[in-house]
C-alpha cells in the first residue's frame, strides 16, 4: 500500500451490524484505512459469514483503500468496555445491540419495550418511522447512527421447565448487568436476577451459578448456550435489535467518496443481515427443539402478568430512560400500524 497506513478502530455485536452510515459533508481525505471491528458474535456464525463477505465486497470497491478487519467472540470485551473505549479514543467504533445503544443515548431503548410489539411487521414500521430521529440524536452526541439490525424475537430458557411467574421466579436467572430495561422487567414481576455480562453467560451456565437464561434462538445457538438449557418459553418478551454505531472524528477520517462506497455496501450488509437472521432464527429454533429443548406452551395467566407489568414499566421509565413524548410516538405509530 502507498501511503500512511492509519488504523479506525471498531468494535461491537456483530448480531446487531447494521452499518449504513450516513456521509459526512466535511470529510478529511485518508488513504490506507483498516477498520478494526470486535464483535461478541463467534466466528462461522451466521453474523460473521455476511460481515465477512462485506468486508471482503468494501476492500475491493475502494482498491484496498479501506479495508475492514474483525476481531470476533467479544475479545474486545462487552459493549460497555467497547463504548467506553471509544470515548477515550482507543476504538472509534461499534456495532452493539441496544444496551450498547443505550450507553451512547438511552432514549433509543423505548423501541425495545417488553410486550409492546405483536409481530416483526409492526415493529418494523414503528422503528423505520423513528429511525431517522434517533440518528438526529446521535449525530448531536458525537456518533454516527446506522441502519437497524435485527437480534430477534427474545425467549426465556431454563433448565427447570417455566409454565408460571412463580417458576420463573424460582430459577436464578441471568440478567445483563447494563440493561436497564430488563432489569425494571425482573424488579416489576419479581425475579432476582443475577447480573453478568454476555460473555460469562455460557461458564454460568455450565457451572450453575445460574440455570435460565434469555435471547434469540440464533443467539442461543451461536453462544452454545441452547446445549446447556432443556427449556424455552413460547411466549417472547421483547424483540432485540442494534446497530452500529461511529465516532464522528472518526468518520471525517474517509474521503468523500469512500464514505458513499461504504455507505453503500453497509445497507446491503444491513438488508442482508436482517434477512439472514430472521430466517436464521427460525432455523435455530428447529435445531434446538431437534436437540431435545422443549418449547413450553406459556400459559395465559402468565403472558396477562407479563403484559400488565410490561405496561407499567412502560410508564415508570418515561422521564427517565426517555421521555413521554417519545413513549408516545412508539405508541401512535403503533396504532397507526394496527389501524392498517
Known sequence: MMGPNRNIRIAGLGAALALGLGVSQTAAHADNLELRVATLAPPGSSWMKILDEGATEMGEKTESRVTVKYYAGGVMGDERDVVRKIRLGQLDGAAVTSVGLAMIDESIRVLELPMMFASIEEMDFVRDKMWSYFQKKFDKAGFKLGDTGDVGWIYVMSKNKVESLDDLKAQKVWMWGDDTI??????????????????????????????????????????????????????????????????????????????????????????????????????????????????????????SD???????????????????????????????????
Open 182 to 303: 430488563v432489569r425494571a422487567m425482573f424488579k416489576k414481576v419479581g425475579v432476582s436476577g443475577v447480573p453478568l455480562g454476555v460473555p460469562e453467560v455460557d461458564a454460568s451456565l455450565t457451572s450453575g451459578r445460574i440455570d435460565a437464561c434469555y435471547g434469540s434462538p440464533l443467539a442461543a445457538v451461536a453462544l452454545q448456550w441452547s446445549t446447556k438449557v432443556k427449556y424455552m418459553t413460547s411466549m417472547p418478551m421483547s424483540y432485540a435489535m442494534g446497530a452500529t454505531v461511529i465516532s464522528n472524528d472518526a468518520w471525517s477520517k474517509l474521503s468523500a467518496d469512500d464514505q458513499k462506497l461504504f455507505q453503500k455496501t453497509s445497507k446491503k450488509i444491513s438488508k442482508s443481515l436482517r434477512k439472514t437472521v430472521r430466517k436464521d432464527n427460525l432455523a435455530a429454533q428447529k435445531q434446538m427443539t431437534s436437540k431435545g429443548v422443549k418449547i413450553v406452551q406459556t400459559p395465559a395467566t402468565m403472558i
Open 306 to 340: 407479563f403484559e400488565s407489568a410490561a405496561q407499567d414499566v412502560w410508564k415508570d421509565l418515561a422521564g427517565k430512560v426517555y421521555s413521554q413524548s417519545e413513549l408516545d410516538m412508539v405508541l401512535k405509530y403503533r396504532e397507526e400500524y394496527r389501524k392498517k
